[in-house]
T-cell receptor
Framework: NAGVTQTPKFRVLKTGQSMTLLCAQD?????MYWYRQDPGMGLRLIHY???????AKGEVPDGYNVSRLKKQNFLLGLESAAPSQTSVYFC?????????????????FGPGTRLTVL | QKEVEQDPGPLSVPEGAIVSLNCTYS??????FMWYRQYSRKGPELLMY??SSGNKEDGRFTAQVDKSSKYISLFIRDSQPSDSATYLC?????????????WGAGTKLIIKP
């Protein structure tokens, strides 16, 4: 199993350009997430999906759009990139997402996409 | 004030030392506490999970929760250079789903050979 994969690994954009980041998981997970990670800020949730065809906003959704047309794929789009969107983007997936006393449905992360917007 | 505070470091210690990594939090409703480890240029991976108070041990790693002080710790015994990574704490409340996790900023740990 490949787990969670992300495409591309690196990208440099100019301000105003658009791009799509692709996330794929082969674990049949219902939940998928897009995070951005910036120095000193930790992980911040951009958008998430609790199932095929459904998406919702996270903590920092402005400037991003997402789609989940297939259960295994979660796409993150930047319509008009800005320098403030320079970051490392991580996709993650998990099962239904509830924690219990003895177990926790961990999030499995992809390797990340390093995006620079000039 | 952030709900979860974590010193970003870096924390640099010699090989073999005992390492203590910590997070403080403000919401007393948190019951589930996680530690994720992130190697350089990789995604985070779950290291330890603790429910409510108490200690949990896994090999050289011990996770400790002090709910009265709103403080969680991760101890690493006999630290190795391979433990060099960023350690992120995360926590949630009963009934929360995974998308409601509150993350710390992460502490960068460097183990010097």
């Amino acid at each position: 199993n490949a787990g969670v994969t992300q495409t591309p690994k690196f990208r440099v954009l100019k301000t105003g350009q658009s791009m799509t980041l692709l996330c794929a998981q082969d674990m049949n997970h219902e939940y998928m997430y897009w995070y951005r990670q910036d120095p000193g800020m930790g992980l911040r949730l951009i958008h998430y999906s609790v199932g095929e065809g459904t998406t919702a906003k996270g903590e920092v959704p402005d400037g991003y759009n997402v789609s989940r047309l297939k259960k295994q794929n979660f796409l993150l789009g930047l319509e008009s990139a800005a320098p403030s969107q320079t970051s490392v983007y991580f996709c993650a997936s998990s099962t239904t997402g509830l924690a219990g006393i003895l177990s926790y449905n961990e999030q499995f992360f992809g390797p990340g996409t390093r995006l620079t917007v000039l | 004030q952030k709900e979860v505070e974590q010193d970003p470091g870096p924390l640099s210690v010699p090989e073999g030392a005992i390492v203590s990594l910590n997070c403080t939090y403000s919401n007393s409703a948190f019951q589930y506490f996680m530690w994720y480890r992130q190697y350089s240029r990789k995604g985070p991976e779950l290291l330890m999970y603790t429910y409510s108070s108490g200690n949990k041990e896994d090999g050289r790693f011990t996770a400790q929760v002090d709910k009265s002080s709103k403080y969680i710790s991760l101890f690493i015994r006999d630290s190795q250079p391979s433990d060099s990574a960023t350690y992120l704490c995360a926590m949630s409340r009963p009934g929360d789903s995974n998308y409601q996790l509150i993350w710390g900023a992460g502490t960068k740990l460097i183990i010097k050979p």
